[in-house]
């Protein structure tokens, strides 16, 4: 329920074609012949894009979003607990980490929506098991492709290129789809073919068609210059690219992102991540985590200025997750062991800030003194696919879940 102030096969992955094409990242949208044959809809006339950052390692919930009004909390974690006149307080029972002054002021200013208890059944304590489920919004099942993927199907049949960008050193399962082949890469600017010194103005040449090209021959021809388009549009717009914002100390891959959206490039939906496993605080946790939240915090709050100073936040949500929380109590080593159950955020102008969800309780714990979800994190995905990005979530995520109101 919401609170709005109080607490509570057209082309499988083709490796042989991927390996070698690029070198920092792969690519890419399908060719022109190909897009006009799998044409059935056009895509949706609106310039609305999701934007997805996940924060690996499991981050520990209860420490970002302290629930200070529960003496629960302190008496778990009698030395990790952050006491109330540390909190950057938003109401009676919750107050953010110290690090995080930017999602206050995002909260404070209605930009926020934090989903309470999201999880699942039969948890895996696993990173790469329990990201797979959230990644693929199938928990369970060994799911083939992302759910963002799926999405990206399901709302641009066209196959637009350049739809999908994934932000990383390597693609995630969440972009993976049937149809779509998304923009993965890392630096902008090693974002080329690989080769010698030698081959490179046959590397950076587009093929030319010929008569005689067989099918097999013509797709490769596309998909190279595809390949070459769509870097060529990455490194112009990130090189273009200048912002007087302040993204903090860690800017993560949003001011790519900002650069990506400020150059109108066709892409609906961005995915990246605060990489390898950063949250993972099983050891003197305080001071690492702080500095951790705050520069996700920074710069989240950081893109969320850019866009409203191009012009676009009214176009621009953005969803925060992790692939658990840590388990209630505190260990011996002052860190935090995996977890369940975690906050999900929902953060942009076009948002209904508050509250929304049950809050787990601290003291009916299950068998490892782990909070119980209260929260399936598919209506989450519900809420932002249908909510926000006006697509069938029942088709995309494979089943019904009650989506929240968080827009409109």
Avoid at 52 to 59: F, T
Avoid at 391 to 408: C, H, Y
């Amino acid at each position: 329920m919401h609170k709005p102030s109080s607490p509570a096969g057209l082309l499988r992955r083709r490796a042989a074609l991927q390996a070698g094409l690029i070198g920092a990242g792969w690519l890419t949208g399908l060719p022109g012949a190909l897009q006009q044959a799998c044409a059935a809809a056009p895509v949706r006339d609106d310039k609305r894009i999701l934007v997805v950052l996940e924060l690996s390692g499991g981050n520990d919930g209860l420490n970002t979003l302290v629930p200070y009004g529960d003496d629960a909390y302190y008496r778990h974690r009698p030395k990790l607990g952050i006491r109330p006149k540390q909190l950057r307080v938003i109401d009676e029972h919750h107050g953010f980490n110290p690090g995080m002054a930017g999602f206050e002021r995002l909260y404070k200013d209605g930009r926020m929506a934090v989903v309470h208890g999201c999880g699942y059944a039969q948890p895996s304590f696993s990173h790469f098991t329990s990201m797979a489920y959230w990644h693929t919004a199938m928990p369970n099942s060994g799911e083939e492709y992302g759910w963002i993927g799926r999405l990206a199907d399901a709302i641009d049949p066209k196959l637009t290129p350049n739809f999908v960008i994934n932000i990383d050193e390597t693609q995630s399962l969440a972009v993976r789809a049937r149809h779509h082949l998304p923009v993965s890469f890392d630096d902008p600017k090693r974002f080329i073919r690989k080769g010698l010194y030698e081959q490179r103005r046959l590397l950076d040449a587009v093929p030319e068609a010929q008569a005689h090209d067989t099918p097999s021959l013509r797709f490769m021809r596309d998909v190279a210059e595809s390949v070459h388009e769509s870097s060529r549009l990455v490194r112009e717009a990130c090189a273009r690219y200048k912002t007087p914002v302040d993204y903090g100390i860690v800017p993560l891959d949003l001011p790519k992102i900002a650069a990506l959206i400020a150059a109108d490039m066709p892409t609906r939906l961005y995915y990246s991540a605060f990489r390898r496993n950063a949250f993972d605080t099983h050891v003197q946790q305080a001071e690492l985590h702080q500095r951790l939240l705050t520069y996700a915090s920074d710069s989240v709050a950081g893109f969320m200025q850019d866009m409203e100073r191009i012009g676009r936040a009214k176009d621009v949500t953005l969803l925060v997750f992790s692939e658990f929380g840590r388990r209630v109590p505190e260990n011996t080593s002052l860190g935090t062991d995996h977890g369940t159950a975690n906050h999900m955020y929902v953060i942009g102008q076009p948002v209904r800030g508050g509250h929304y969800g049950t809050l787990p309780s601290l003291t009916q714990l299950d068998e490892g003194d782990n909070l119980i979800h209260t929260t399936d994190f598919r209506r989450v995905y519900a809420s932002l696919i249908e909510g926000w990005l006006g697509a069938d979530a029942q088709q995309v995520l494979r089943g019904r879940f009650e989506g929240f109101p968080i827009f409109g």
